[in-house]
């Protein structure tokens, strides 16, 4: 028994529609296995793998836009930093503590701002983040400046610590898989149809009996804690924080990562993070032209797979479909 083209065709489709996150998932793999540098580069991919995930839940299923994430992964990084390093409480405390003091910051800043749409939304939560930013630059007396907070202990559960390269990106490996996990579903819960149906539009979403409000506000929420610990991984794995380490090259980056891997899609932060993460490290060889080669495979990227690298099946049917030979029409 012989499969039709149709079902090879389906199989295809199933095949490369997987194979982007496969890869990405075989790339951390391989890096837990071998070693070296790479696993500080994976590690970071990780992290971002985070941030961009939560990003997604309110950019990808809720349809909004923030261009302050970083305020989040600021606040739960300080204030994990300040209560390991200063105060002597153990990581897992101190996180939650971030996580605790990073939702009742996103709920005090969400509720008024979220009346906002589009680019006044856009440039209030750019102005959260210009805000936090110039807060740690500031408060010297708790956050020391431009100087950072050094002596931040590894991640770990009392005298067990994660101080080996590779039990940290075992660990944050499992972490980015129940991100997304968790991500996958509440994207498949009525709270992420919910998400979904007003992201395409927010009077027939309240015709429907859905509080627009009151979606935007928890989507906002949830983002804000994924920001929270992506900032407190960061600063337990570096072991130092500064202001340059959550200013506006933290927003660009996860926009990247975002858009390259795939703006509502699951795996599309995992896949984002661990490219663009070594994507200038395949580069290195061209020394002068880096920027040059950078810019333009990401130009390349969003021209033939405007849906990001996630969505790779359908930019091949699309191919295919463009290639097929038009059906004769029978006089």
């Given amino acids: ?21 496969i890869a990405a998932a075989g790339m951390v793999a391989y890096a837990i296995a071998d070693g070296g540098y790479i696993v500080t580069v994976v590690g970071f991919g990780l992290i971002y793998t985070i941030f961009v995930a939560g990003l997604n839940i309110f950019m990808g299923y809720a349809g909004q836009t923030s261009f302050g994430q970083n305020a989040f992964a600021a606040i739960g990084a300080y204030a994990s930093a300040v209560l390991t390093a200063t105060y002597g409480w153990p990581p897992l405390l101190a996180a ?24 006044y939304l856009a440039m ?13 630059v500031q408060w010297q007396s708790v956050t020391n400046g431009y100087m950072g907070i050094s002596g931040i202990p590894a991640l770990g559960i009392g005298h067990y610590e994660l101080l080996s390269d590779r039990a940290q990106l075992i660990f944050l490996a499992i972490m980015a898989v129940l991100s997304l996990a968790a991500s996958w579903l509440l994207r498949h819960s009525r709270f992420g149809r919910a998400l979904v149906a007003l992201s395409g539009s927010e ?5 429907l009996g ?3 409000r009151q979606y935007k506000l928890t989507a906002f929420i949830i983002s804000a804690i994924y920001a929270s610990i992506s900032g407190t991984l960061f600063v337990h794995i570096v072991g130092f924080i500064s202001p340059e380490m959550i200013g506006m090259n933290m927003v660009i980056l996860a926009f990247t990562m975002l858009y390259v891997g795939g703006i509502g899609t699951t795996t599309g932060p995992l896949i984002g993070a661990i490219v663009i993460g070594l994507l200038p490290e395949s580069i290195r060889s061209f020394k002068d032209y880096q920027d040059l080669v950078y810019g333009a495979a990401l130009i390349l990227i969003l021209i033939y797979a405007p849906g990001g690298i996630a969505s790779l099946d359908q930019v091949v049917k699309k191919l295919l479909r463009t290639k097929a030979p038009a059906k004769e029409v029978a006089p």
């Fill in 1 to 21: 028994m012989t499969n039709s083209p149709a079902t090879i065709s389906s199989k295809l489709m199933a095949a490369l529609r997987h194979a982007p996150a």
């Fill in 96 to 119: 939650l503590a971030g996580i605790v003091a990073t939702a009742i910051c996103a709920f005090v800043i969400g509720y008024p701002t979220l009346r906002l749409k589009g680019h």
């Fill in 124 to 136: 209030a939560t750019l102005a959260i983040g210009l805000i936090i930013y110039e807060v740690a």
């Fill in 203 to 207: 009077d027939a979403a309240r015709a």
């Fill in 210 to 212: 859905i509080n627009v």
